[in-house]
């Protein structure tokens, strides 16, 4: 559900959860303001973790740090149609611009809306999970079962996406000016999912972090 909100922020569905974000179409315009018509793009866009810690309060509680951030690459059509990653994307791109945005207030939208938020706690649970396997810690076989019994969910995600199409019609008095240029079309594309790409992440060791020190060990 976050990134399916992640996408309609990005197409200007919603109003901008910080004051002063602008959707990738609002940038977009902004290029073409000037009386040019931007060109067409497709892209994927996607939330990561861009940073992950694992540290430990005064009462010897684990508390997990993660970083929320969001990636944007361009995509074009290959030989047979398909879209892949293009090899290089300009950070000028509106989409880049946006994911920088978005990843830059991520803790602030994540307290104002609950799809990030709940996110976030994911990622979280996922670093901790990680650490304690990767440190080799030895739980009591009584932790495997607090969740209830595990129901039967699907194992594939389906890609997401959000496509928008903008036709301009050119007229001269009453009548088209060109007939091979008098209808323009413009498709903006948007695609991805959820790729936290914790396994870049070493977690073996305890993060020395002074505020999880002060952080009461309730709640």
């Not at 740090?65 to 047979?80: I, K, W």
Request: aromatic residues 10%.
């Amino acid at each position: 559900q976050a990134d399916v909100y992640l996408k309609e922020l990005s197409m200007g569905e919603h109003s901008q959860p910080v004051l002063g974000m602008r959707s990738c179409l609002d940038m977009d315009q902004a290029e073409g303001s000037a009386g040019e018509t931007a060109d067409n793009w497709s892209g994927r866009e996607w939330f990561m973790v861009t940073k992950a810690e694992v540290g430990m309060t005064h009462g010897s509680m684990l508390r997990p740090f993660v970083q929320l951030g969001v990636e944007a690459r361009e995509q074009l059509r290959d030989s047979s149609g398909c879209f892949e990653d293009a090899p290089l994307t300009s950070p000028d791109h509106p989409l880049v611009q946006y994911a920088n945005e978005f990843a830059h207030y991520s803790d602030l939208i994540a307290e104002r809306k609950s799809v990030v938020f709940h996110l976030r706690e994911l990622a979280r649970a996922s670093v901790l999970a990680k650490f304690l396997m990767e440190s080799g810690v030895n739980l009591d076989d009584k932790y495997f079962h607090i969740a209830p019994e595990s129901v039967s969910t699907p194992l594939e995600v389906p890609q997401l996406w959000n496509e928008r199409r903008q036709s301009e019609v050119c007229f001269k008095g009453f009548e088209a000016t060109d007939t091979s240029r008098a209808v323009r079309t413009r498709t903006h594309g948007l695609y991805g999912g959820v790729q936290f790409g914790l396994d870049k992440f070493r977690l073996t060791g305890i993060a020395n972090r002074a505020d999880f020190l002060g952080t009461p060990d309730d709640g």
